[in-house]
């Protein structure tokens, strides 16, 4: 299986990166092929007037010199991708959000995306601030995403940070991400059902 990790916090050493590193820990166990990025790295184009009808003419001249064709290569290369960010205002945090938009870059004419029949999960962190919906949002923003490209929903994992007024992730956080790191280098989804 090839995996390409999307890494989209600020912070190299916080929550989001504690994360990440248990589900890589659990990528490792079979023989997977793990590339990581950090999205921060890439120059990415805001989207522009009339940006859908460029990119089902595959026209991205509007966008310059930015490292889209770069990301693009990566993803179609990858078995499964995996963004990973911190919830910021119920969304991804802008730098993911603006190369989810770029997404549309891969849409054809008759609405099929490249990235079709790839699997996306999504490792998130978040206030644990029931009253702001933790990852809920974000979550089914990405589910209903990956439905529209035609790729494969493996799920989602997610830990609090630490707060005054919340308690913060817990060992059983970490043990999740790790089993669900096992179970997408086996093709599985989040439940365990062998989807690619
Ligand atoms: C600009 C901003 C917006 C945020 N919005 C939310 C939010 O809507 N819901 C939430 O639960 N947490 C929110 N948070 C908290 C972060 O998601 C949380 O602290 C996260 O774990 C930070 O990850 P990091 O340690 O990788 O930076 C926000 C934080 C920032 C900086």
New binding site residues.
Partial sequence: MKVLIVYG???GK????RLADALQEGLKTENTEVEEIDIHDYKVSFVWSNYFGDALQNNFEKAGDDDMPKLKDKMFAADILILVS??????L?GRMKTFVDRWADTINTDFSSDLMGKGLALV??????NI????NYLQLAMEATARFMGMVWMGAVD???S?PISSGPIDAHYQIAKNFGEKLARGENLIGQKVL
């Fill in positions: 916090s600020p912070d916080g929550n989001s990166r911190p919830v910021y205002w119920y969304q945090g998130t962190t978040h206030s644990g601030l702001m919906n933790s990852s830990a609090p940070t707060l």
